[in-house]
């Protein structure tokens, strides 16, 4: 089943099809994306399919990013990850 997730990512750190990460919970509770190599992403509004996902600590596979340059200082892109199980 196909899910998707709103993320921050930085632009050298992009999520590509096919890529498998972990979600995992931050000390200030914010949950971030753990792909290959230690790149990350944020997850902007974590939905309750997340949290069990970051509870099992499931390998989930990046199907499509769909991103956009964000406004900020740094190269940042927001958008829609879609992933599956």
């Known amino acids: 089943m196909q899910n998707a997730a709103q993320i921050d990512v930085a632009v050298g750190e992009r999520p590509a099809p096919g890529e498998r990460f972990i979600i995992t919970l931050q000390e200030n509770s914010e949950m971030l994306g753990t792909l290959d190599h230690g790149r990350t992403f944020r997850i902007v509004s974590p939905s309750s399919t997340e949290r069990d996902y970051q ?3 499931s390998a989930l596979t990046v199907v ?5 340059s964000a406004n900020g ?3 940042r892109l927001v958008g829609l990850l879609t992933y599956t199980d």
């Open 73 to 75: 200082n740094e190269p």
């Open 55 to 57: 509870l099992k600590s």
């Open 64 to 68: 499509d990013f769909d991103g956009s």
